[in-house]
């Protein structure tokens, strides 16, 4: 029997994790993968834990999901709150439930730790993982994402 255990990445992860976004951009029609950036993206965060955390659920000794937080500050709040990003089960695990457990484990350690809010961003087009976030208890903001790329 497979053993499931939720914990934060470490560096010997980054090939795993690189792979799991490479999945999800490969899904979402803002983004594009791209292995170097994904790279640095995912470096920052375990080199600068004031930034935030990246968990890995895994399966056995596998990789088979991640998702991480960021910090930031909200005057609304008054507090420190958390952009919930890159939540991700391979596909061969899904639909057993492990995205559930993964968001839920990281929700946990929020609370824990004393964050106020969790946000996130989900591509409007993905019917299932919206849903996915409304069983959650997440629900949908009046706030419109707008971006604007620098570089």
């Known amino acids: 029997m497979i053993q499931f255990t939720i914990i934060e990445a470490v560096h010997a992860d980054l090939p795993a994790l690189g792979s799991l976004?490479?999945?999800?951009?490969?899904?979402?029609?803002?983004?594009?993968?791209?292995?170097?950036r994904q790279?640095?993206?995912?470096?920052?965060?375990l080199d600068n834990p004031a930034l935030g955390r990246i968990f890995v659920l895994r399966a056995g000794e596998a990789v088979a999901g991640m998702a991480n937080?960021?910090?930031?500050?909200?005057?609304?709040?008054?507090?420190?709150?958390?952009?919930?990003?890159?939540?991700?089960?391979?596909?061969?695990?899904?639909?057993?439930?492990?995205?559930?457990?993964?968001?839920?484990?990281?929700?946990?350690?929020?609370?824990?730790?004393?964050?106020?809010?969790?946000?996130l961003l989900a591509d409007r087009q993905n019917a299932s993982a919206l849903r996915f976030y409304?069983?959650?208890?997440?629900?949908?903001?009046a706030m419109r994402v707008y971006r604007k790329n620098l570089s």
């Open 39 to 45: 790279d640095a993206g995912l470096r920052l965060i």
């Open 69 to 119: 937080v960021l910090v930031t500050v909200s005057t609304a709040e008054g507090a420190l709150v958390l952009l919930l990003e890159d939540v991700i089960v391979a596909g061969s695990w899904r639909g057993k439930g492990l995205g559930a457990r993964l968001v839920n484990h990281v929700l946990s350690w929020a609370r824990a730790q004393g964050y106020s809010r969790v946000t």
């Open 21 to 36: 976004l490479h999945e999800l951009f490969t899904m979402e029609s803002d983004f594009e993968p791209d292995a170097a």
């Open 134 to 141: 409304e069983k959650l208890g997440f629900r949908e903001s």
